[in-house]
């Protein structure tokens, strides 16, 4: 069982624990830091093997929320301003998911009176948010078609998140090559999801859909790319970890996390690594042995930051605006350069720059904090 000392080591501000005896709900809400605003981060409805791994889970993703909320602040000159948080149900989505068991989480959340704000993650959906409404109006990616208070839902973010991802490559691109030029790179896309189809959709127009190749443990989802793009290369589900070995110009990572690892490092054959997934590192020191292998890596919640950014503009006073949420998103990839030519500069990883600068704007605002 995770310790208290652990948890400082997170430096979370507040764990909550919940369980409904009714509903069978086990939830665990992590509040990492409010410095900038309330906690803002998905509600993840995952089967884990133990308590320790969901509890460890969400306070490593809380903390990720925080850099990424961070970096969100900068980008939007401090219009978007979220602290860190996350929660996580423990059960698997498509069993132990009920309406009750919702609403029971809805109920915790509300009790925290605006500390927290969820929103949808991996096992839950924008249909889950509006259910959830009924209790609380601390959730947000509220389908589009919901008007919540007269205000329009952002509905899924997922076609924004893959927009910032495209842009982030296009600027992985331009800083390895000297141009964003696509038709003749190569391209590795793990997962295709809610984010990495909408990738595949994007790069097959760019670029050439025979120089992409793509995998997925869903055979499903594998067929469906098939289908629409009989060019691309596939690889079967059962040979899905053989993406690592790809001779390719661009890795884009779509799945889970902790998949740039020791066992996957020396694998990789690319001279990007850029794409949606959380936590893709399974310890810093793998940011450290991407820079020496001469691999370039887009931190993750920089790249990825679009769906948080159209969460939080669905949180603004005036409600969604799609044209704001896609502005703030594309200035994703002219963040990256900025954080590639520093990180270059003081020969340290990207990962560390974009650390710092989620930390400046952090240690901003608790100096203004203490003025005040
Ligand atoms: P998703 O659940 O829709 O898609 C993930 C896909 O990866 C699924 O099709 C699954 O079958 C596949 N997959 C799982 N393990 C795999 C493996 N080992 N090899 C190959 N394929 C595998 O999730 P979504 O929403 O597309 O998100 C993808 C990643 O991006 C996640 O890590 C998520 O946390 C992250 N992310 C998503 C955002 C969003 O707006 N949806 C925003 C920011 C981050």
Known sequence: MPNFQQMEQYGVQRIHHIYDKDTGLKMIIVIHDRTLGPALGGIRFYDYLSEEDALEDAMRLARGMTFKNAIIHKLSGGRLSYGGGKSVIMGNPNKDKTKALLLAAAEAINELDGEYIGGEDMGTYDSDMEVMLERTKHVAGIQETHSKGGKRGGGDPSPITAIGVFEGIRSCLTYVYGTDWMKQRKFAIQGLGKVGFSLLEYLAVRSMPSNIIVTD??????????????????????????????????FAPCAIGGIINDGTI??????????????????????EMLKELGILYAPDYVINAGGAINVSVELQPGG????????????????????????????????KVAGEMAEMVLKSRRDLNNVD
Request: proline share 6%.
């Open 217 to 250: 443990k869903d055979t499903a989802r594998i067929a469906k790319a098939k289908s629409e793009y009989p060019e691309i290369n596939v690889l079967d589900p059962d040979h899905s970890d053989e993406i690592f070995d790809q001779q390719c110009d661009v």
């Open 266 to 287: 020396k694998r990789l054959k690319c001279k990007i690594v850029a794409g949606a997934a959380n936590n893709q590192l399974r310890e810093p020191r793998h940011g």
């Open 320 to 351: 969604y605006d799609h044209d704001r949420a896609d502005a703030f998103t594309r200035r994703i990839g002219p963040l990256l350069t900025q954080i590639f030519r520093a990180a270059t500069a003081k020969n340290t990883t990207p990962e």
